[in-house]
């Protein structure tokens, strides 16, 4: 993350992909996260945090 404008957007997108989707690929999480418009990255680092936020709800390490 940059200037973090973009953080509480794709915090809320993540909730609710992780709630209905525990285990989503990055496919997956590069779709839900669309709606989310981000100046600064090129999603990746998103990407990797909800995917190791989903390891981390499985008890597992990201
Ligand atoms: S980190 Fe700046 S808009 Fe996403």
């Known amino acids: ?3 973090g404008y973009c ?4 915090v809320m997108t993540a909730i609710e992909l992780l709630e209905t989707n525990p285990s989503p690929s ?5 779709r839900a996260i669309t709606g989310n418009l ?3 990255t090129g999603y990746t680092k ?7 936020a989903a390891d981390a709800m499985k008890g597992g390490s990201s």
Not at 26 to 30: A, G, K
Not at 46 to 52: D, F, L, N
């Open 1 to 3: 993350m940059q200037c």
């Open 38 to 40: 981000c100046r600064c």
């Open 26 to 30: 990055d496919d997956e999480i590069r």
């Open 7 to 10: 953080t509480p957007g794709m």
């Open 46 to 52: 998103q990407v990797t945090a909800i995917r190791s």
